[in-house]
């Protein structure tokens, strides 16, 4: 994954990029209705970003204030290449430098199967 960039951000400055990932990913192809999906949580979360070789962003991935993990989103181009499992370590990783009791995962059961 040579340019590939993961990285914990700010949601304040990267509000756009992180819901417009998003938005693509559940809104428009998984079909969750938005107010499902901007639940009012995410000024309050640690979020995690990778971009392209060219600064695009591609991916996204939230740790809540419980350890939950979840709203993990790659754009349909970028999948099965790691991805994902990139921005799932950077959540792990961050939650336990910052001594979270706990860290788990939550999928969302109607996303439909990976292609």
Not at 42 to 60: K, Q, S, V, Y
Not at 79 to 91: M, V
Not at 100 to 106: A, E, G, T
Request: net charge neutral.
């Amino acid at each position: 994954m040579s340019g590939i960039r993961a990285r914990e951000v700010n949601w304040n400055s990267h509000e756009h990029a992180l819901k417009s990932l998003r938005r693509t990913v559940f809104v428009e192809e998984q079909g969750v209705h938005e107010d499902l999906e901007w639940d009012g949580a995410d000024p309050d979360c640690r979020h995690f970003l990778a971009d392209d070789h060219e600064g695009r962003p591609i991916g996204t991935a939230r740790l809540m204030p419980s350890g939950q993990i979840g709203r993990m989103a790659v754009l349909a181009a970028w999948r099965g290449q790691g991805i994902g499992a990139r921005l799932l370590k950077l959540a792990i990783d961050a939650a336990r430098a910052s001594n979270y009791p706990s860290i788990f995962l939550h999928a969302s059961t109607n996303a439909p199967a990976s292609r």
